[in-house]
C-alpha cells in the first residue's frame, strides 16, 4: 500500500516536471508583437535570434507593413535567381481581427529562405478564425 503511494507520488512528481520542461520549451518559440502570436515550430533550426528577425518580419507581413527587410542580394541571385533552402513552418494567431466569435486568425506560414542571401520567402499555406479572444 505504502509502494503504491510512493509510486504515485513519483509518477506525479515526474509528470509535473515533464509538463514544466514543455512549457519552457515552447515559450523560447514563442513570439507576442502586437496582436500578433507567432509560434514556430519546436524542432526549427532557426536560431533564437533569427526567429526573433522572421517574427518581426512575418508580422510585417500580416500586418501588409511597408518597411520592408533590407536585403543585401548575392550577384548570384541577381543573375540567377534565389536558391533556397527546405521549408519551415510557423503559426501564427491575429487577436481580435473580427468583432464576433470567432474573433481571431490562425495562420500557417510556409518560410524558405535563400543559402547565398538574406531574401526570406514567406507563403500563407493554411489560414482560418479560431475561437481565442472572447467578445467584447
Ligand atoms: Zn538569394
Ligand atoms: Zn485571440
Known sequence: MKKTLISIIIITTLVCALCTMANAESNSFHHEIGDITIIFDSASSFTEEEQTQLAQLITNH??????????????????FGHKYGSAELAYTTTHKVKD?????????????????CDHTEL???NSSYINCCPED
Open 123 to 125: 507563403e500563407i499555406v
Open 62 to 79: 500580416a500586418t501588409g507593413s511597408t518597411n520592408n527587410e533590407v536585403v543585401s542580394y548575392n550577384l548570384m541571385c541577381t543573375l
Open 100 to 116: 464576433t466569435a470567432p474573433r481571431c486568425k490562425e495562420e500557417c506560414y510556409s518560410i524558405t529562405q535563400c543559402t547565398r
